[in-house]
């Protein structure tokens, strides 16, 4: 199974969007250890940078257990952080914005073709 980078946003999304609500019903649920935020980033870094280096954009299932295993971390753990750290909107919008330059640092610019594409 090949799994579109997209569908890991969503379920990062998806996890910040359910802890608000937790967070809208319930007390506060403090206290909840997660990865650090410089694992988060860093392995969700090296997840993209995968999916964009493939041709379809998607990471394969190996490439993605590759990435999960250098870093220390499973899928349920990025979630994780997602939940945990979604109540918290300006901390979450620190990490997508670092998360956003390092890619930036990244990816290599467009080629003449691809940039006639867009044309």
Avoid at 28 to 50: A, C, H, K
Avoid at 76 to 104: Q, S
Wanted: aromatic fraction near 4%; include cysteine.
């Amino acid at each position: 199974m090949v799994m579109n980078a997209s569908s890991v946003v969503s379920r990062l999304v998806l996890g910040v969007a359910l802890a608000l609500a937790a967070n809208a019903c319930a007390a506060s649920g403090g206290g909840q250890e997660t990865i650090e935020r410089e694992q988060f980033i860093q392995t969700y870094v090296d997840l993209r940078v995968g999916a964009l280096t493939d041709e379809a954009r998607q990471i394969s299932d190996e490439a993605r257990d590759r990435v999960l295993a250098e870093h220390g971390v499973t899928e349920d753990e990025l979630v994780a952080f997602a939940d945990v750290h979604g109540r918290d909107v300006d901390f979450m919008k620190d990490v997508w914005d670092e998360v956003e330059r390092r890619l930036d640092e990244v990816r290599p610019d467009p080629t003449p073709a691809e940039l006639e594409g867009i044309n």
